[in-house]
Every structure is written in structure tokens, then in C-alpha cells.
């Protein structure tokens, strides 16, 4: 593939590989990321009452998301393992049938933190539906999507149809 292609993870030969970033300059980056899950009412007011027999669903899903990003790379081939100076995760719902996770990852590097933000969501919704499956299996893992990222040469980006 010629170097003018927006593919950076292949190489001449069309193969797989890891984007070199040893001259790429340090910047503060930020990335935010979101997942919807959707459930029935009564499992989500379970969970915001903390009467689920698993324990705390909230505080599970958060501490898996927080080791989920600071994981991303043992998992996602191609990411490369990034030093996170923060990761905050937050929970918001729509008072009927909808649980909102949103994860906000932030580091001072050569590379972005959209895949650890991506995947620090996408933990946290898999361990609200492992924690909840014994109430509700038909539970959706909906709509996980990048909210906003800033720093690095291609600049920010902020979503304009969070509806998506």
C-alpha cells in the first residue's frame, strides 16, 4: 500500500503491522466513549437500588471498565500500550429502560486513547450484563460509539448525532 494510505496498519507488502509512533510528538489526548445498554425497567431499577444479588453492578462495571483500558493493548493487536494518567467512567439512564455508560480516558503521549475508551465501555457493559443475566438474559449491548477525542495531528473530533 502506498504511504499516502489512510490504512496505517498495513504495510507495503498489504500486511498487518504495529504504526511506528517514535517521532510522533507528545500531546495531552483525550477520548470519550459511550455504550447503551437496554433492559427492562424493573432491571434497571434494580440496579440503581443496588438490589441485585451479584453486589454492586455499578461499582463492578466501573472497576472492569478502569482494567479494561489500562488493558486495551493485550488484547486489541495493533494498539500499543499507552501509559494512562486518567479514567473516569460515569453511569447516567433515562428513567425507564436504558443504562448509559460513558468513559472518558486521558494520557500525555505520542498515540490516542479512543480504543482504550472504546474498550473500557464496551468491559463495563459486558460486566453489567454478566452481573444481571440471571434476571434478564434478553438484555441489548447497544450502540457503544466514540464520543469525542482530542490531541494529535488529526485533531478533535466531538460527534454531532449522539442519537447514533
Same mark, same amino acid.
Given at each position: 500500500?502506498?504511504?499516502?494510505?489512510?490504512? +496505517?496498519?498495513?504495510?507495503?507488502?498489504?500486511?498487518?503491522?504495529?504504526?511506528?509512533? *517514535?517521532? $510522533?510528538?507528545?500531546?495531552?489526548? @483525550?477520548? +470519550?466513549?459511550? *455504550? +447503551?445498554?437496554?433492559?427492562?425497567?424493573? #432491571?434497571?431499577?434494580?440496579?440503581? !437500588?443496588? $438490589?441485585?444479588? $451479584?453486589?454492586? %453492578?455499578?461499582?463492578?462495571?466501573?472497576?472492569?471498565?478502569?482494567?479494561?483500558?489500562?488493558?486495551?493493548?493485550?488484547?486489541?493487536?495493533?494498539?500499543?500500550?499507552?501509559?494512562?494518567?486518567? %479514567?473516569?467512567?460515569?453511569?447516567?439512564?433515562?428513567?425507564?429502560? =436504558?443504562?448509559?455508560? =460513558?468513559?472518558?480516558?486521558?494520557? +500525555?503521549?505520542? #498515540?490516542?486513547? !479512543?480504543?482504550?475508551?472504546?474498550?473500557?465501555? *464496551?468491559?463495563?457493559?459486558? @460486566? %453489567?450484563?454478566?452481573?444481571?443475566?440471571? %434476571?434478564?438474559?434478553?438484555?441489548?449491548?447497544? *450502540?457503544?460509539?466514540?464520543?469525542?477525542?482530542?490531541?494529535? $495531528?488529526?485533531?478533535?473530533?466531538?460527534?454531532?448525532?449522539?442519537?447514533?
Amino acid at each position: 500500500m502506498p504511504d499516502s494510505s489512510p490504512l +496505517t496498519h498495513f504495510n507495503e507488502q498489504g500486511r498487518a503491522r504495529m504504526v511506528d509512533i *517514535s517521532d $510522533k510528538d507528545e500531546t495531552k489526548r @483525550t477520548a +470519550t466513549a459511550r *455504550s +447503551t445498554l437496554l433492559m427492562k425497567s424493573d #432491571t434497571l431499577n434494580l440496579i440503581l !437500588e443496588g $438490589k441485585m444479588k $451479584k453486589g454492586d %453492578v455499578l461499582a463492578v462495571a466501573q472497576v472492569a471498565g478502569i482494567m479494561a483500558a489500562k488493558k486495551t493493548s493485550d488484547w486489541i493487536p495493533m494498539c500499543h500500550p499507552i501509559a494512562l494518567t486518567g %479514567v473516569d467512567i460515569q453511569f447516567s439512564n433515562n428513567g425507564i429502560n =436504558e443504562l448509559y455508560i =460513558e468513559a472518558t480516558v486521558r494520557t +500525555t503521549g505520542p #498515540t490516542g486513547v !479512543e480504543m482504550e475508551a472504546l474498550t473500557a465501555v *464496551s468491559a463495563a457493559a459486558l @460486566t %453489567v450484563y454478566d452481573m444481571c443475566k440471571a %434476571v434478564e438474559k434478553d438484555m441489548i449491548i447497544n *450502540s457503544t460509539l466514540l464520543v469525542m477525542k482530542t490531541g494529535g $495531528k488529526n485533531g478533535d473530533f466531538h460527534r454531532q448525532d449522539m442519537k447514533a
